[in-house]
């Protein structure tokens, strides 16, 4: 069990029908050698299985609820409403730390200094955990939009972001983070850890609805203030002749 009363990480996982994933997510959490979080637990009402197992974690828990929701992002605002965590982190139900020291790496990279972004790699699986490839690089104020450089289960996000720049849209269904990320500014002060603390499964549904999520991505550029409408259509286009490309050459999109 979390041995800090004052957590320095909140780690909210969202959850909708994940029995088939959600005991080996949650037992990455509380094997972690780290102990300095609070697991916080969102469920849509989920009718498979998915509550008997939040259940049998229940004495580690910080928050949990079962109720319907407007989707992933309004989840996660549920659990930003709770979290105590100097840190917010969003492990998805069918993501798992890699190791028994992937937060502590990611304390140790920090010490004593505070930042608004702490970034780290994830490791992509197939449904029976076989490595398909590895993803995540630094955040990069210019490169965000037109690309989604950061891992976001691997990403921490200092929890007074989302007091001074709003919580999650949760009227995206695929890239509302990246309509977050887009809000920072130039001068976020961030931290990349270039090692791999998170598996993340294939099977997500951003990475299973392709072109719903490159029309997102048009839809969040055209409200930042730094894309705007048309740069928007522009990179959108210039995505829509390269997913059938990489689709022909079997690479990830």
């Not at 921490?156 to 972001?161: E, F, K, N």
Request: positive net charge; hydrophobic residues 40%; proline residues 4%.
């Amino acid at each position: 069990m979390p041995t800090s009363d004052t957590p320095l990480i909140s780690i909210v996982v969202a959850t909708y029908n994940a029995a088939r994933t959600l005991d080996r997510c949650l037992a990455s959490v509380i094997a972690q050698r780290f102990r300095g979080w609070e697991l916080i637990v969102v469920d849509g009402a989920s009718n498979d299985g998915t509550q008997a197992i939040i259940d049998r974690y229940a004495n580690v828990i910080a928050w949990r609820v079962s109720e319907p929701d407007g989707g992933i992002y309004d989840a996660w605002n549920k659990g930003i409403s709770v979290a105590r965590g100097e840190y917010v982190c969003f492990l998805g139900a069918d993501d798992t730390y890699v190791d028994v020291d992937a937060l502590q790496a990611i304390v140790d990279a920090t010490g004593d200094r505070s930042f608004d972004l702490v970034s780290s790699r994830g490791r992509i699986v197939d449904v029976y955990g076989k490595e398909k490839g590895a993803h995540g690089a630094a955040w990069n104020f210019r490169r965000v939009g037109r690309r989604m450089p950061v891992c976001h289960p691997g990403l921490w996000h200092a929890r007074a972001l989302f007091n001074q720049y709003g919580a999650f849209d949760a009227t995206y269904r695929i890239t509302g983070d990246l309509d977050f990320l887009l809000r920072l500014p130039e001068s976020t002060r961030a931290l990349h850890l270039d090692r791999i603390t998170v598996n993340v499964e294939d099977a997500g549904v951003s990475r299973g609805q392709t072109v719903r999520r490159l029309r997102e991505q048009r839809r969040a550029l055209a409200n930042s203030p730094r894309f705007g409408p048309l740069r928007a259509w522009v990179v959108w286009l210039d995505k829509m002749w390269r997913y059938p490309v990489a689709r022909l050459l079997g690479l990830p999109f």
